[in-house]
């Protein structure tokens, strides 16, 4: 799809109705609910490593005799230098890893919302998780990751409120992503803004609602909300639907990407 015909797609989208999309969404989430606890799962694998890597600094802190010293602001001694040099060490490794928490949880994500559909209109079901990893996406699965890390760390910066503002953008990000991967990650994130506008107020709603209910989970002894934590998606792949649809090109590139 080309940015011209998503940006009129979103200025003549419908509006969101909540019963319309909560109904739906539980109905599907009923078909999809294994699905959605194998992407966890495959995230949880994929983001082992980011956090093993992450905690050879704190290894490395704990074994530096003069921690206690640097601790406690003394910087004397190749200890105290020591120190410093793994903190700003940690300080890299850890924004690294959440970069790549990132860009591990938005290529699954964006598979699982193709998945939702397939499901959803009765297509053909495919197990190509990693599909939006591949060389032909995955330049573009990086920059919207490091878009999404950017625009949060300054909705953060700015006292924190802005961040509830690009919540339902970012949130969004993935499934526009998912279904229009040919545009480029400028348009999207720009398609992202211009649709979060639109529906803010009823998409902030069903985030909250859908988030509370998909930690439902933990009174099963914390092991059910690997199973109901996929819920949070279910909203957001109707309000694409409903407010947006799906065409012919859409299904075309549905085959597409299935060959």
Not at 46 to 75: K, N, T
Not at 140 to 147: C, D, G, P, T, Y
């Amino acid at each position: 799809m080309t940015e011209n015909t998503l940006d009129d797609r979103i200025e003549n989208s419908k509006p969101v109705d909540f019963g319309s999309v909560f109904t739906n969404g539980i109905e599907l989430f009923k078909k999809v609910w294994l699905q959605g606890f194998v992407h966890l799962l495959l995230n949880l694998l994929l983001l082992l490593p980011l956090f093993i890597i992450m905690y050879i600094p704190m290894l490395l802190m704990a074994g530096i005799g003069g921690y206690q010293d640097y601790e406690y602001g003394s910087s004397d001694g190749p200890e105290g230098v020591m120190a410093f040099v793994v903190m700003c060490l940690l300080i890299i490794l850890i924004i690294l890893a959440s970069i790549g928490a990132i860009m591990v949880q938005f290529g699954m994500t964006a598979h699982f919302y193709r998945v939702c559909k397939q499901v959803d209109l009765g297509l053909e079901e495919t197990s190509t998780y990693f599909m939006f990893f591949k060389k032909k996406y995955l330049k573009k699965v990086i920059i919207l990751s490091l878009a999404k890390f950017g625009i949060s760390i300054v909705a953060v910066m700015l006292c924190y409120l802005p961040l509830f503002y690009v919540m339902v953008p970012l949130h969004l990000l993935g499934v526009i992503f998912a279904f229009n991967p040919e545009m480029n990650p400028s348009d999207l994130v720009k398609a992202s803004f211009k649709f979060g506008n639109k529906v803010w107020g009823m998409t902030f709603l069903l985030i909250l609602i859908a988030s509370s209910l998909a930690q439902l989970g933990v009174l099963a002894c914390f092991i059910g909300i690997f199973f109901t934590a996929s819920f949070i998606y279910m909203p957001i792949y109707f309000i694409y639907k409903e407010s947006l649809g799906f065409d012919q090109e859409d299904e075309r590139e549905e085959m597409k990407l299935l060959s």
